[in-house]
């Protein structure tokens, strides 16, 4: 089960893609950038060309360095993750 932390006031219904640039790629994960905004993805991710693939296993947003909040203990297929918040579903991505 998915266990998610605020360290901020924050409304999961909100949370949406972030459309910055890959800013680090490990064998943990992704992270991702936009001016003061990062966030990142941590599982078994990779890219097959210029595809996201992989299974996402916890999830982190910090704004200006804070981190706001973070979702651990799931596993959820990225292309699936991404479809929930396209949707607007953010609760549903998580798991």
């Keep these: 089960m998915a266990t998610y932390t605020a360290h901020s006031a924050v409304d999961m219904s909100s949370v949406g893609v972030d459309n910055g640039g890959t800013s ?4 943990d994960g992704v992270t991702v950038t936009s001016g ?3 966030t990142d993805y941590g599982g078994e991710i990779y890219f097959y060309g210029t595809e996201v693939c992989g299974t996402l ?11 706001q909040w973070e979702v651990t203990g799931f596993s959820r297929d990225v292309h699936t993750f991404n479809a929930f918040l396209l949707d607007g579903d953010g609760e549903s991505a998580m798991g």
């Design 24 to 27: 680090d790629v490990t064998d």
């Design 36 to 38: 003061t905004s990062r």
């Design 57 to 67: 296993r916890s999830v982190a947003h910090s704004e200006d360095s804070a981190l």
